[in-house]
């Protein structure tokens, strides 16, 4: 089958999410400043152990054979090796993203013996002073030693999540780099301007030249650096991106938040994009198969003002979420649209009307807007590390 094929085919929904992301918490030790789900402090009606067994129970009847366990942080809730045995118990692989602060070398020795696990470390500057503008003070640090104690523990390959910013576009080479030196994986991903991210988003997204940086980038080490299909926008520069290259939100992928409610996409937490919960009667699997939103979002789409552009079948207007949460209709381009449209209708937006994340989890702290060292000059650091 043929990728255009295949996307055809995903567009219309599939038995089971290929990509399922739980939340299982939005506790959180870290206040980034573009925490997608606006993490923190833990929402008190957060999934009991026995319910997130009975979740587990029921994506194994669905055949779910894959989830992505994030928060807030995962690792500090006090179940959570008890959530990873029973995944494991039931077949499904795991992969769980962290700041790697709970990552003693206890821990990494106790991840490293379990089974279908992957674990993937945020950072996002492959030095302090670019890392902890946006993560906070001593993230870095607490990231390495993560990655060292799993490399010590012998856990095998796991990987070096990055969301992209205009103040790491430079540093690409040397993620890349600090990846190989650990025999582990690069994945990048897209900055959006949801939770906390919609405040940051001005300050952080990257120029339309490096817009272009990132596509040359990916064309040259696509094949061996993971992308989530977070960049399918860029494909109107030309010859398209590895991977399906689609927005699969209610398709082939959704959200589980800690309080099980299930969102089209794990970049809109919002009430619009809510499909349902998985405590109500049906569960998880109704909400899938039946749910209004999803099957709406499993039609055909509207071409809407993309249409008379030559690039759409090769961008397919974009992500949702970026759109959604800069105020440009769902059939409208994307922000970052690679033509610049989006740009000029993000900047017709009216404030007033652009929509806000429906649940903030953020601790009483002020966040100050990053202020970051140049790239050339992380890199340098980088050399030096």
């Known amino acids: 089958m043929s990728g255009k094929a295949l996307a055809t085919q995903l567009k219309a929904g599939l038995d089971a999410p290929i990509c399922l992301t739980w939340e299982i918490t939005y506790a959180c030790n870290l206040q980034c400043v573009h925490c997608l789900s606006s993490s923190g402090t833990r929402d008190p009606r957060e999934l009991s152990t026995d319910q997130a067994k009975a979740v587990l129970d029921e994506l194994r009847d669905l055949q779910v054979f894959y989830i992505n366990i994030g928060g807030g942080e995962p690792m500090i809730r006090k179940d959570f090796f008890e959530i990873l045995e029973h995944a494991e118990a039931n077949d499904i692989g795991v992969k769980f993203s962290t700041n790697g602060t709970y990552i003693t070398a206890e821990n990494a020795r106790r991840l490293a013996a379990m089974n279908y696990l992957d674990i993937q470390i945020s950072l996002d500057g492959v030095d302090a002073l670019t890392n902890d503008a946006v993560r906070g003070k001593g993230s870095y640090a607490t990231a390495i030693a993560a990655m060292n104690h799993l ?170 979420a970026a759109k959604f949460f800069t105020g ?27 929509p806000k994340p429906s649940m903030d989890h953020s601790r009483s702290v002020k966040i100050n807007t990053p202020r970051l060292a140049s790239s050339k000059e992380a890199v340098q650091r980088m050399e030096r590390v």
């Open 151 to 320: 490399r010590d523990a012998n856990f095998g390959q796991f990987k070096i999540s990055v969301v992209v910013t205009r103040h790491n576009v430079d540093q690409l080479d040397a993620f890349k780099a600090l990846a190989d030196s650990y025999g582990a994986q690069l994945r990048i991903t897209r900055l959006r301007p949801s939770g906390r991210g919609a405040d940051t988003w001005d300050e952080l997204h990257p120029t339309q030249q490096q817009q272009r940086q990132i596509y040359d980038w990916l064309m040259k080490h696509g094949e061996n650096v993971l992308t989530g299909d977070s960049f399918f926008h860029l494909n109107a520069f030309g010859e398209s991106l590895p991977g399906l290259n689609l927005c699969g939100a209610g398709r082939v992928v959704c959200l589980i938040d800690p309080i099980g409610d299930v969102y089209a996409c794990p970049f809109v937490i919002h009430d619009q994009f809510k499909a349902g919960s998985l405590l109500s009667e049906g569960g998880f699997t109704k909400v899938w198969k039946e749910s209004d939103l999803f099957l709406s979002l499993r039609e055909p789409e509207s071409e809407g003002a993309c249409s008379a552009c030559g690039s759409y079948d090769a961008c397919q207007g974009g992500c949702m």
């Open 328 to 354: 440009i209709p769902l059939d409208g381009p994307d922000p970052e649209c690679v033509t610049g449209h989006g740009e000029e209708l993000v900047k017709l937006a009216t404030v007033s009307l652009i």
